[in-house]
């Protein structure tokens, strides 16, 4: 009588303990694998970054980083779906926040950007961003083939985040808020042609100021494209045209009208030694610290520009220029490694997703990720001129990280709430 017990209790302990793990047995381990590594490699180097300047809550990295993964862990068991539900009361939330920044926002290194709570600095700004993703993915996710109508639609949601961000000022997450976009639409079917579109009034001031001849091509090229991708191209062609020519000459009498200080702030990436002690500094002392580190690097804690504190702000925005230094090119090799992973599997996960809003989610974690990434790093080596961008999961800033690990809660609980296959 004691073995069929036994057997019954077994039975009862293995479907309890199923029960209890059995909302999570989907979920893309190596993902989250890949971000708690960056993290507490982050920490690490923060610790390394700090030894002489100071900063004694180094440690507050992986806190931060430890409640974001519980937070990411409990939403992964979350249905995404209910998300398309809440679009609007989430889209109003994060404007709300970023209002009251105007309002009630404490000012910093020459911007408003956050607001004191029990001695807490939050930037609404950072989780904006995920509120962009999930009010994007929800409208997007109804129109398989969306019109250009409803491209313009979207932009004009988008926007009001957009401007109250860049009047923070706020532009490196104003520019990370436009490539969310751009990916989003572009994963959601909008039309290439209406995307290049989109951007070329930019380009077209950039490369009138560049190189006029290759400004002209330009042009000519969005005649072309207006041509075969808008309606009605007898009219629409002329006003793509019109539109570049006008933004080119506007980009030159605004370029004219700046200082040459204003003027040495966009283009001091392009020759930083112009303004070595302005600048040109963070740049130029950033790239000899990377260059130093050759391929082994001189070692954890043993930088000379990391350690006699040559880099300014380095623990958030050049936080990989400390890498480069002491662990050389095999650490920077391993970061872009871990990096490239992480995007490998956003994008199976979007690919395998039961749905568009899912699939949606998956690739708006993906260009932010993507544009973050390209954007510090090409800072940190001289090819992007210096916006204030953090490294993800690397860089200090509380928002930063728990906003990037909310994002990867719901990317996981898209991938755990997948179609599972059954033989």
Not at 155 to 182: D, H, Y
Not at 288 to 301: E, K, T
Not at 355 to 378: C, H, P, R, T, Y
């Amino acid at each position: 009588m004691t073995m069929p017990r036994t057997i019954d209790s077994v039975y009862k302990i293995r479907n309890r303990w199923k029960s209890i793990i059995q909302p999570w047995e989907e979920l893309d381990w190596s993902l989250f694998i890949a971000c708690v590594a960056l993290t507490v490699f982050g920490g690490i180097m923060i610790r390394s970054v700090g030894l002489n300047q100071g900063l004694i809550d180094w440690w507050r990295h992986w806190v931060t980083g430890g409640v974001g993964l519980i937070l990411a862990i409990l939403i992964a068991r979350c249905r995404y779906e209910m998300l398309i539900q809440w679009k609007w009361i989430i889209y109003i939330l994060i404007n709300l926040s970023l209002i009251s920044v105007r309002l009630i926002g404490t000012t910093a290194l020459g911007a408003q950007r956050w607001i004191n709570i029990a001695g807490f600095h939050i930037q609404p700004s950072e989780f904006a961003k995920v509120g962009v993703i999930i009010t994007l993915a929800a409208l997007l996710q109804a129109r398989t083939s969306p019109s250009l109508g409803d491209m313009l639609k979207m932009l004009v949601v988008v926007s009001v985040p957009w401007a109250l961000v860049l009047s923070e000022p706020n532009l490196g997450t104003s520019l990370v808020f436009g490539a969310i976009t751009m990916g989003m639409l572009y994963w959601g079917n909008v039309n290439p042609g209406w995307l290049i579109l989109l951007i070329s009034p930019i380009i077209s001031a950039v490369l009138n100021n560049i190189y006029l001849p290759i400004w002209v091509f330009w042009v000519i090229g969005m005649g072309l494209i207006g041509w075969r991708a808008l309606p009605w191209p007898w009219l629409s062609t002329p006003i793509a045209v019109a539109i570049n020519v006008v933004s080119g000459h506007v980009g030159h009498i605004f370029w004219n009208l700046l200082q040459d200080y204003q003027k040495t702030r966009f283009t001091g990436f392009l020759d930083p030694e112009k303004d070595p002690l302005g600048s040109g500094y963070h740049l130029i002392q950033s790239r000899i610290a990377i260059g130093s580190g050759g391929i082994h690097g001189r070692g954890l804690f043993h930088g000379s520009q990391t350690q006699l504190n040559f880099i300014p702000e380095q623990h958030t925005d050049f936080i990989f220029s400390a890498i480069g230094e002491e662990l050389g090119f095999i650490g920077c090799i391993a970061v872009l490694v871990l990096f490239w992973f992480i995007c490998l599997r956003l994008v199976i996960i979007a690919q395998t997703a039961k749905d568009n809003f899912g699939s949606l989610l998956a690739i708006g974690m993906l260009s932010m990720l993507v544009f973050q990434v390209f954007v510090n790093i090409g800072m940190n080596i001289g090819l992007a001129p210096v916006t204030g961008i953090p490294l993800p999961f690397l860089s200090y800033g509380n928002a930063s990280l728990l906003s990037n690990f909310i994002a990867l809660g719901l990317v996981e609980s898209v991938a755990n709430h997948r179609q599972r296959l059954k033989f």
